[in-house]
């Protein structure tokens, strides 16, 4: 009787989650599992793991930490890789041109269109077990499952991220939040009458390519047509939003050294008093709380930052969100140890100490019992918890399929604008080679 108590108890417990088995003992048993790890361990082999490096240094220890924890649990070898984001790109390119993929990786949206079903497993039925486990996915995840959606079944979302504007609250005179890209410039300029004060990468990196994007939609400009076949970029909108940018570039608003592909330049920048307003995920502000390698902690500054979601154009506003997905090369010799180890990372009991320490907002609707998405613990993170829940998805309103990933991932809206910034080419040039660029991409799909 009382071992039967005692088995109702544990029950009990792990229905309510305050006790976790390994994620996946379920498939402990499985065949195809246990074989790939008598496998990998008669190769002496190690997991390869590439983690899309974050501007967190806790959150990027945890990822390390979680998958050699597993590992463990298996008996066997990993090697998580810290990747930075900005990167992956180019290190999967050289990596599938070379035949040396790891098993499996952090990618955005974006590189997983690219990649595709000729070069990634599908693994939707690991996500839709998931989705049994930690509930139905959030609206800023659910778009990547919709059957629509071409990259469906091949990730699973681990994090939404987005962009905040982050405004220094000791150098703006107001505290309202700017609702146009006008009243940013104009409230850049107030702060820092010398220059610099709008800390907005002009360079090929995608924080650039992002806040491009959001004005290019603020102005009215389309990439492409409502059915994601055909380009549409040299239009008036996009014109109008070239123009806007031409005027913040005059005023002095962007620092000079604007044209960088370095994606923590912005965040240092803002935390070394060198500009005045950033588009952050929420970086910056875990920095402030926590400090990291390069900067000591400031809850001053941490309780003098503003967040705003971006502001919008004469034509539109929105609130970009994307995901971060994990995903399984089809080159890998172990894909059941690579599903294995992506539910482990994603039970509650990995995932919260994770999401502590990272820039994302929650995927699965489990999640969102965290306590630090509230607003009063952590106003940054309630950001991040928004627009998981009302950010506008992908690439909306256009079609989010590998043409518009391809173009982005090729930063073609920067390169657009530094033709005309800074080779001094007409406007009219610029949008010209861009729409012949874009236009080559899209007939290609």
Known sequence: MK??????????????????????????????????????????????YWIGLIFSDIANETAV???????????????????????????????????????ALDASSGLMLQLGSANLVNIQSTLDALIRKNGALNPGAAAFNLASYAGKGLGIPYGINGNLINRRLDLIKTKKAPATWEELATMAKGAMPSGGGMGFNTGNVGDAESIFGAQLLGYGGRIADNAGKTCTLDSKGTRDFMTFVKKAYDMGVYPTDSTNSDGAWDNNKYLGGKTAIIANPGSVYTTLLNGSATWDKNPTLAKNTGFSALPGGPVMRVAPSDAWLKVVPKSTKYPELAKDLITYMLSKSQIQPYYRAAIYGPTFSGYNVFTFWRKSVDPARAGLYELAMFGVTGKYPDVNNAAIAEFSNGFGLSKMVQRYLFDKVSMDKAIEEAQASCAAIYKKY
């Open 3 to 48: 071992k039967k108590l005692v088995a109702a108890a544990i029950a009990a417990l792990m229905t309510a989650g305050l006790i976790t088995v390994p994620a996946t003992s379920a498939n402990a048993a499985n065949a195809a599992l246990q074989k790939e790890i008598a496998e990998i361990k008669k190769n002496n082999d190690k997991f390869t």
């Open 65 to 103: 930490d979680q998958i050699n924890a597993w590992a463990k649990t298996r008996g066997i070898k990993a090697d998580p890789i810290l990747v930075n984001q900005n990167n992956m790109n180019a290190q999967v390119t050289a990596a599938l041109a070379a035949g040396t993929m790891p098993d």
